[in-house]
């Protein structure tokens, strides 16, 4: 951990708030993602992270305080120029392209990096399918690549989203809830996948996520978030000994806080 | 049924029936000239013909920013009269030629298609279409109110130029070369990029798209398709005024030609626009004082029974029953091909 701090961060925040009228959804939360970890984010719901995450890919302007992403500050920025740098996300609500196959959801999710109209005008397709159908064997969907997206399962959706935020060959991946609503198999897949790309690849995740084990497993650090005010950072093994995460997150007597998330 | 199909596929006989629709329209003023007495094709219908290519152009205009893109535009026709006065008001006012005049027309609906669009199309669903209607009237109020340059409500007279051939065969090109344009579109990056925008524009934004980049640039081009097809009607017309230009059913005629042929599909809106023509022309003829009742029924009826259009309704993942049907022709067709060539291979394999 050490070696890796020294490191100029990734993504950077300083004092990040964001009001809804005269509710702090985000108050002045500071924190920063070094590369080549995995973070994760927690907090009981209605706490802010997804906010956050909409704050940091840019769908919702930022109130107060800064992000610098690479080091540039993206506080102003367009989503698609947020994209552009090199930070993708999904979605806790999925969001696919329901009309359209799983290989062309894939497609149209990298083709546009730093890409003139002029040079859309040729047919779509030949370039990166290759890279496509390599994301589709990876995350074990090659069955389907010519079904439509919105006839897949809700499992299937949630990991042709994880296939769409890996197709720009992003150097951060948001992910928000990815294992909500799959099943205890297919999350071990998404858990192996997701360690494989950041020791393989150095892929940077942040994640949020309610299940405790697989945060557990897989992060470097967690940052914890109540009421738009950041409560801890530290290891996973320090936030589940932390006295004030167990009271915010597991409720006020924490002992049988860890069950409440086996099911 | 599922012999045909294969047939079809095998011989591209689409392909065929194509050619020789586009031949058989390039031919057909020909008796016109070489016996002009026998009165084989008249000009009654090449200029229903004329009228009908209009069509199909402006509803595939439609189509790119209502049916791909997914932004309902029901002011559309504002193009149309953009275009038409653009024409005539250099034409009748500062006594340009034709081309030279068209070219302005062109660029006035464009111009205005970029600084409307870049406030419009900020908005979304209900919105953008009611915003439109509304630049709709205002310009054509505007263009009443505008007298000394537009002729006000009394209009302009264009010089006039009859050759109704000559029309024919401008419209023929043009509405090929439109429909070239779109179906070229549909299979780019550019298309794929407008159909994620209609099916989830954030996401689409998040991934990298820059969405309003994007809605300008095609709203823009078909802007100037349209303004391009009002031109060449005020020319053809040889006189306009606000109430004939701004006809209020003009951009009804549009929408309603592409839900009947199918929303966001490329031949869906030649198709519907055939329809519409047709069933009007027959309305025309015998329902006189109905036929704006009846064109409402359609409209309807379209949205009821058949709300992925004629050609959506075909389409096997419709979940319609016809596209059901279509759907096992076609499976039955692929699953025959493959039998008999995996039979080819088994005879091979002992070999």
Known sequence: MTAVTQQQPLLEGRGVSKYFGGLAALSDVDFTVYPGEIMGLIGPNGSGKTTLFDCLSRVQDISKGQVFFKGEDITRKKPYQVAHLGLSRTFQIIRVYNK????????????????????????????????????????????????????????????????MALMPDPDLILLDEATSGINPTLIETIKDRIRELNSKYNKTFLLIEHNIHFIGDLCDRVFVLDYGQKLAEGTPDEIMNNQAVIEAYFGADGDEGDDEYDE | MVKFVQAWRKYRLGKWALALLILFLFLLPVPQFVAPEAKLVTNSLLFSLTQMF??????????????????????????????????????????????????????????????????????RGAYFSIAMLGAFVAVREIIRVLRPITGGGSGLTLPPYLNRPLF???????????????????????????????????????????????????????????????????YQNTFIDPDVVFFDSRTLDMVLATLLGGLGTVTGPVLGAVLIYWLRDVLWANFLQYHLIIQGLVLILIVLFLPEGVLGSFDPNSGTRIGGWVGKILREADGETEETANAAESVEAPV
């Open chain 1, 100 to 163: 359209l196959t799983v290989i062309e959801n894939l497609l149209l999710s990298q083709q546009w990096r730093n890409k003139g109209i002029l040079k859309q005008l040729r047919p779509s397709g030949q370039q990166m399918e290759g890279r496509a159908k390599e994301l589709t064997d990876f995350l074990l969907m090659s069955h389907v690549i010519k079904e439509k997206a919105g006839n897949l399962s809700g499992g299937q959706k949630r990991l042709l989203e994880i296939g």
């Open chain 2, 54 to 123: 209009m069509l199909i152009i402006l509803a595939s205009d439609w189509n790119l920013i209502g049916g791909f893109t997914g932004y309902y535009d029901f002011g559309h026709a504002v193009f149309f009269g953009l275009g038409a006065y653009g024409t005539g008001v250099m034409m009748a006012q500062m006594g340009w030629a034709f081309v030279p005049a068209l070219l302005i027309g062109a660029v006035v609906a464009a111009v205005f298609a970029i600084l409307l669009g870049s406030a419009t199309l900020r908005l």
């Open chain 2, 168 to 234: 024919y065969y401008v419209l023929l090109l043009f509405m090929i070369f439109v429909v070239w344009v779109i179906w070229w579109i549909r299979r780019s990056e550019f298309g794929y990029t407008l159909i994620a925008i209609r099916e989830d524009e954030v996401g689409a934004e998040m991934r990298g798209i820059n969405t309003t980049l994007h809605k300008i640039v095609v709203f823009t081009l078909a802007a100037t398709f349209t303004g391009l097809v009002g031109g060449l009607w005020a």
